[in-house]
T-cell receptor, first 116, second 114 residues
Framework: DAGVIQSPRHEVTEMGQEVTLRCKPI?????LFWYRQTMMRGLELLIY????????DSGMPEDRFSAKMPNASFSTLKIQPSEPRDSAVYFC??????????????FGEGSWLTVV | AQSVTQLGSHVSVSEGALVLLRCNYSSSVPPYLFWYVQYPNQGLQLLLK??????LVKGINGFEAEFKKSETSFHLTKPSAHMSDAAEYFCAVSASSNTGKLIFGQGTTLQVKP
């Protein structure tokens, strides 16, 4: 399998611009997660979906952030307008329907966002 | 609520020495526990996981971890460090076996000196 695929890998944008991060989960996985990683706060769960439905978005920092999952193979995380403090690595991850083996989450390689 | 504490944000060992990265968890229900590794400029990769089977779990690259319920710990060890082990290591606990939500520790950066 190709794994979780994210794009872009790196993006530099100016403050106020819209940023869209994209993710393709592993085929067959029912759960999709968006995490943010910063030096100050470590790894934070922003939102996760189950069968394309947002389950928990309590980690989304503010209304400037939105996430969608229009189908089982695609999700977006959008920041509008972007601010310098949004600079971080954004990870998408996915996992299978859960069973007794535990819920291994597979991560993409991340999108490195810099807002100047 | 579940939480994870990793003791020591930086650990430095000599090549060939024992690696010990500490993780303590808090969970009101039997937990699933994970160790992930992140190499520079890369995503997170699963090292190993505990899912209530054997308490001693073996992972990739010679790493293993032991689940100790009495100590609420899940420390990661490797008998002999290699230069390629230099990375950041994250311990994580599953909030619930039904949600897939992982709570991560703050991470421990492992430095391996020649």
């Amino acid at each position: 399998d190709a794994g979780v695929i994210q794009s872009p890998r790196h993006e530099v944008t100016e403050m106020g611009q819209e940023v869209t991060l994209r993710c393709k989960p592993i085929s067959g996985h029912d759960y999709l997660f968006w995490y943010r990683q910063t030096m100050m706060r470590g790894l934070e769960l922003l939102i996760y979906f189950n069968n394309n439905v947002p389950i928990d978005d309590s980690g989304m920092p503010e209304d400037r952030f939105s996430a969608k999952m229009p189908n089982a193979s695609f999700s977006t995380l959008k920041i509008q307008p972007s601010e310098p403090r949004d600079s971080a690595v954004y990870f998408c991850a996915s996992s299978l329907r859960l069973g007794s083996s535990g819920n291994t989450i597979y991560f993409g390689e991340g999108s490195w966002l810099t807002v100047v | 609520a579940q939480s994870v504490t990793q003791l020591g944000s930086h650990v430095s060992v000599s090549e060939g020495a024992l690696v010990l990265l500490r993780c303590n968890y808090s969970s009101s229900v039997p937990p699933y526990l994970f160790w992930y590794v992140q190499y520079p400029n890369q995503g997170l990769q699963l090292l190993l996981k505990y899912t209530s089977a054997a308490t001693l779990v073996k992972g990739i690259n010679g790493f293993e971890a032991e689940f100790k319920k009495s100590e609420t710990s899940f420390h990661l060890t490797k008998p002999s460090a290699h230069m390629s082990d230099a990375a950041e290591y994250f311990c994580a606990v599953s909030a619930s076996s039904n949600t897939g939500k992982l709570i991560f520790g703050q991470g421990t950066t492992l430095q391996v000196k020649p």
